[in-house]
């Protein structure tokens, strides 16, 4: 990215912190939406415990760390939103310790979808745009927001379509590989990324791989922090097929595209998609009964035997989900569970990999 960068000095990258950070929003104002998802096994923690509590999620430790290395100084500017008190807290030490970048935070609304909510949003994204726009010199018209949201509809379209093909046929795609396709739209603009997922998807269809025997499974909790790429890969080396999942929330495809009429304000088509079709999700209020409802919707959608709930350490919207998911699961009485925790930096899988056996084989002997 730094090397992109110095080979056009026009060029502006903004960082953006998980879960919803809208990759249109960015692109559309003239800048490259860079995902930071925390620095994973790769980094050691040197700096960010003197400006953080040691009892928060690695993943907000880590981003910090990877900014005071030095390792973010090629970003012009930062996107926060408020999914959680960790990463509302995150921005205001990212403001005090990185004043040359601008820190974006934007307060999504956490009402219950309505038409006042939506004027709301559309001045929110209004002023996240201009913001953005401003730094990338790109002056605030609109034109390239269209460009952007039909790239993003595209992408939506895309991963739809190799989620179907994971789902009918897990043997030809395995949750690595696709959680890796979905990763990869981190690191690129929304035209790469669509390029990259058509050539996956062009691939499969020649892919031969036998089926095996193995449980269907859900993946929830871990839409924030990313649990270590060998954890997943022990979920389906233990028997799982994992066919559906709420992992990288904010890269995945919500349920719709987002409708733009010809002539319309791509703003408000974006808050419209946001407030009203952009799905339910742990950091966004939503009563019990809707997310319970979620949960039964996305087990019976994969058809799926079993529910694994990947909770990152010390995330807390993933904690208040599982309550409320584990509660629902005992009620109804026929959809067995399990509960795993997990740091991005974890190294060790033993352990995990026992328990994650024996519940295959409790499912598969019962
Ligand atoms: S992992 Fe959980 S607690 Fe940490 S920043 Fe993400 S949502 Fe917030």
């Not at 979808?113 to 953005?132: D, N, Q, W």
């Amino acid at each position: 990215m730094r090397q992109w960068k110095e080979e056009d000095p026009q060029r502006r990258v903004v960082g953006y912190f998980p879960v919803f950070a809208p990759r249109e929003l960015i692109e559309g104002a003239g800048a490259f939406p860079l995902g930071l998802h925390g620095g994973g096994q790769q980094v050691e923690l040197m700096f960010a415990d003197s400006r953080m509590q040691s009892f928060v999620c690695s993943i907000s430790r880590t981003t910090l760390e990877l900014g005071l290395i030095g390792n973010l100084d090629l970003l012009d500017a930062m996107f926060f939103t408020n999914i959680c008190d960790v990463a509302r807290n995150l921005s205001g030490v990212w403001c005090r310790n990185f004043p040359q970048q601008q820190t974006i935070f934007l307060h999504l609304p956490m009402h219950p979808p309505g038409e006042t909510t939506l004027r709301y949003l559309v001045k929110e994204f209004g002023r996240a745009h201009r913001t953005i726009a401003t730094i990338a010199g790109n002056g605030h018209g609109t034109e390239p927001l269209h460009v952007a949201i039909a790239a993003g509809n595209r992408n939506r379209l895309l991963q739809a379509q190799l989620e179907q093909t994971h789902r009918s046929e897990p043997w030809n795609l395995s949750l690595p590989a696709l959680y890796l396709l979905r990763r990869m739209g981190s690191q690129m603009t929304l035209a790469q990324h669509n390029q990259l997922l058509a050539d996956a998807l062009g691939r499969l269809q020649h892919s031969t791989v036998r089926p095996r025997d193995g449980i269907r499974v859900i993946v929830e909790g871990a839409f924030c922090e990313q649990p270590p790429l060998e954890l997943l890969e022990l979920l389906e080396e233990s028997g799982c097929y994992v066919v559906g999942d709420d992992l990288a929330r904010g890269l995945r495809p919500e349920s719709a595209p987002i409708e733009l009429a010809q002539g319309g304000d791509p703003l408000e088509a974006l808050a419209r998609w946001y407030t009203f079709a952009s799905g339910t999700q742990s950091v966004r209020h939503a009563p019990p009964q809707q997310r319970e409802d979620y949960l039964f919707g996305q087990i019976e959608a994969a058809s799926a035997q079993g529910v694994i709930f990947l909770n990152a350490k010390f995330c807390e919207p993933a904690l208040y989900d599982y309550v409320v998911f584990k509660n629902a699961l005992e009620r109804q009485g026929k959809i067995p569970f399990m509960t795993l925790e997990f740091e991005e930096k974890q190294s060790t899988f033993e352990n995990l990999r026992m328990q994650v056996e024996t519940f295959v084989e409790s499912i598969l002997f019962t």
